[in-house]
């Protein structure tokens, strides 16, 4: 669609210990809500970090046609497809952001939708301390408990 998608993480970000399954999920229905309402030129940032408090946070951010704050809790809601005054005919279920805020919670995390008219949109997903594993490199250099070798 000519929308340039960046990814910004960091290479020792630790492992996220959730259902990969739904996590794709997640994150593909936010970058395809990023991308349909973008329009071509435009920017789709992905960042991830660890959170102040060991959570893990990761953020998808467009430019693309955003929506009024008031419409954000009717975006959230089942079945509600919102016109943006551009344009109509997006398709859809209205099913993409509810779906991934519940997926979200059901791993105990919590999600935050900003958005402004023009300006496009930020999603911020935050998963608990708890669901967050050992960096790839910390966890290929442990010591094994029982004195063997480490895989």
Do not use: W, Y
């Not at 467009?62 to 809601?77: E, H, S, V």
């Not at 109509?88 to 939708?113: A, C, D, N, R, Y």
């Amino acid at each position: 669609k000519g929308v340039d998608l960046r990814l910004h993480v960091p290479r020792d970000l630790p492992r996220l210990q959730v259902d990969p399954v739904k996590f794709r999920q997640i994150v593909l229905n936010l970058v395809s809500n990023g991308i349909k309402f973008t329009d071509r030129g435009g920017r789709i940032e992905i960042d991830a970090e660890l959170a102040a408090d060991g959570g893990f946070l990761f953020q998808i951010a467009d430019n693309g046609c955003g929506m009024d704050p008031a419409d954000i809790p009717k975006a959230l809601a089942p079945f509600v497809q919102l016109s943006n005054g551009q344009k109509l005919g997006h398709g859809g279920t209205g099913l993409g952001l509810p779906l991934v805020k519940s997926l979200v919670e059901l791993h105990g995390g919590m999600m935050q939708v900003k958005s402004a008219r023009g300006r496009g949109t930020v999603v911020t997903v935050k998963f608990p301390a708890n669901r967050v594993g050992r960096s790839p490199e910390r966890a290929s250099a442990r010591v094994p408990e029982s004195g063997g070798v480490a895989a």
